[in-house]
C-alpha cells in the first residue's frame, strides 16, 4: 500500500488513555440499572443481563493473572471515523491480560460471524491501521443478528476458534443485536461474553453514561471544514444560496454541531420541526423569508444547513412513513410484482385518506424514493431523498410567486450539497484517536472482568484524556420498547436533539444574527500537529452540554 506522508507520520501517535487504564485496573461495580422505560417489559425479555450494576474501572495496586482467552470483532453498520483505534486498543488491551490471546477480526460485519468468514488480527496487520481512518482493516455490514440460527451458526465458529468474547462496534441498532446475543448466550451457558462499543458519526447514540459516539466529532469537523470553505466562496462571488443537506439519518445533531462550527445563515432542526408541527410549506416559508429579507439588504447569497432525516419529522410525513412502513413490510411481495410506472398510484390507492393525499402532493422523485427498500433494520434510506433539492425548488416556486405580489425583489440561484460519505472515513481527529483506543482498551477490560451485555464507556471526555473515566454500562439500561416493522421490538433508545439542551438553545440564541449578518465561521482542516487549541477541540455539542 502507497501510504501518504500524514499516513506515514500519523502512524505513530500513541493515542492517550485515561490514567485507570494505564496500570493495573479493578472494577468498581455501582448501583443496580433498569432501562429507560418499559422496564417490565425489557426484565422479561432479557432475565439474565438486565438490571446489572454500572462498571467503573480505577487504578489497583494488585496485579492479576487472566487465562488465556480468544476475543472476537465485529465491525457493523455505517463507517466513522476511529474504528481502527477502537481495534487496535481491544488488541493492547487483551494483550496485556494475557499475551498469549488472539484477536479474530469476522468480515463484512455481523455476516462474516454467521458465515464463517474472518481472519486473525495479527500485531502486523494492527501496526498498519493505528489511527487511520475507514473500517476497511476488516470491512462492516449490516446484516441484522436477529434470528436464533444466526446465533447458533455464529456459536459454531466461535467455540471452533476459542473466542471468549465478542466485541460488537456499532450504532444503536447492532448494539441493540449484541444485546440480544449477549442474552442469548448466557441463556444458553455458552461462555461467550458480548461487548459493544458505541460507534456512529450520527451521534445519536449517547445518555447519561455514553457521552459521545465515536465518529460524530472527525465527520462534523470535515463536514465544517467544507461548509466554511463553501460560506468563503460564497461571500465571495455573493450570487449562489447553497443548500448542503447533511448527513445524520434521524437525529439532527450533525446539522446542529456544523451551525454551532460555521454560523450559516440557515439550519432547519428536524426536532424543532416536529415540536412546532411545522408543514414543509412552513420550512420553505421559513427560508424563502430569510433569503427575501437578505435580498431587501442587496445579499442574494446564503447557506442553509438541511438534515437528512428532516423529511421523517415533518408530522404529516412521518404519520405518511409510519403507515408506509407498515404497508410494505406486510404486502412486500405484492409490492415487488407492481410495474414501476403503476407504483405510484397503488400507494395512493391502498394507504389512508389522509396519508394518500399528502403522498399525492409530493413530487414524483420523492415520492418514489420514500417506497425504495428499507435497510436491513427497517429504516427508509433518508440519504437517497434529495431534501436539498425538494426544499430550494419549493423556495425558488414560492419566491417567484412573491415577486409577482411585489413582496421580493433579488436573484435567487441555487447550489446543491450533500455531504455525507466523504466524513464517515476521514482520518480520526485527536479527539477520536485517543476515545476509540479508550473504548477499545476498555472493552478489553470489560472482557478480563468477566462482563457480557455491557458497552464500553468513557466518560468526562471535554477534560484531558488522562482524567477520563473508563466503566461499562448494561445495555439492557438503554433500551425501550418501539414498533419496527409492524411489531413491537426492544432497542435502545436514540437520543435526538433536545430542544432544552444547551447546543439547542445556544444556536437558537444566535440564528437570527446569523440569517441576516453573514457571521460566518471557516474551522479550517483538522489538525493533527500543533498546539492542543487547534488540535484537542472536543465538538461545540459536547463542551456545551459539559457547561464548558
Ligand atoms: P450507522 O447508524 O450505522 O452508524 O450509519 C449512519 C449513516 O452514516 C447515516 O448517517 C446514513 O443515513 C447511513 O449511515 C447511510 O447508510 P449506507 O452507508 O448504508 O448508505
Known sequence: ???????????????????????????????????????????????????????????????????VMNVGVILSGGQAPGGHNVISGLFDGIKKLNPENKLYGFILGPGGLVDHNYMELTADIIDEYRNTGGFDIIGSGRTKLEKEDQFEKGYEILKELGIKALVII????????????????????????????????????KNDMIETSFGFDTACKTYSEVIGN????CNSARKYWHFIKLMGRSASHIALECALQVQPNICIISEEVEAKDMSLDDIVTYIAKVVADRAAQGNNFGTVLIPEGLIEFIPAMKRL????????????????HIKKSHQRDYIISKLSP????????????????LTLDRDPHGNVQVSLIETEKLLSEMVATKLAAWKEEGKYVGKFAAQHHFFGYEGRCAA?????????????????????????????????????????????VPITMMMNME?????????????????????????????????????????????YFGPTEVCDQPTKTLQLEQGK
Open 170 to 205: 456499532g450504532g444503536d441498532d447492532s448494539n441493540t443485536n449484541a444485546c440480544v446475543l449477549a442474552e442469548y448466550y448466557a441463556a444458553k451457558n455458552y461462555g461467550v461474553q458480548v461487548i459493544g462499543c458505541p460507534k456512529t458519526i450520527d451521534g445519536d447514540l
Open 354 to 369: 389522509a396519508n394518500s393525499a399528502v403522498y399525492a402532493s409530493l413530487p414524483e422523485g420523492v415520492a418514489r424514493q
Open 428 to 472: 480520526p481527529s485527536n479527539f477520536d484517536a485517543d476515545y476509540c483506543y479508550s473504548l477499545g482498551y476498555t472493552a478489553a477490560a470489560l472482557i478480563g472482568e468477566g462482563k457480557t451485555g455491557y458497552m464500553s464507556s468513557v466518560r468526562n471526555t471535554t477534560a484531558p484524556a488522562e482524567e477520563w473515566i473508563a466503566g461499562g
Open 321 to 336: 412513513i409510519a403507515e408506509l412502513n407498515d404497508f410494505l413490510a406486510a404486502n412486500a411481495e405484492e409490492f415487488s
Open 1 to 67: 500500500m502507497t501510504k501518504s506522508a500524514l499516513q506515514i507520520a500519523r502512524a505513530a501517535y500513541q493515542p492517550k488513555l485515561p490514567k485507570a487504564l494505564k496500570g493495573h485496573v479493578k472494577a468498581v461495580a455501582g448501583e443496580a440499572t433498569q432501562s429507560v422505560a418499559d422496564q417490565e417489559a425489557i426484565q422479561k425479555l432479557f432475565p439474565n443481563t438486565y438490571g446489572m450494576p454500572l462498571i467503573k474501572f480505577e487504578t489497583s495496586a494488585e496485579a492479576v493473572s487472566f487465562p
Open 230 to 233: 463553501i460560506q468563503r466562496d
Open 483 to 527: 414498533r419496527r416493522h409492524g411489531e413491537m421490538k426492544p432497542v435502545i433508545q436514540k437520543a435526538l436533539v433536545k430542544l432544552d439542551g444547551a447546543p439547542f438553545k445556544a444556536f437558537a440564541a444566535q440564528r437570527e444574527q446569523w440569517a441576516m449578518e453573514t457571521a460566518y465561521v471557516y474551522p479550517g482542516p483538522i489538525q
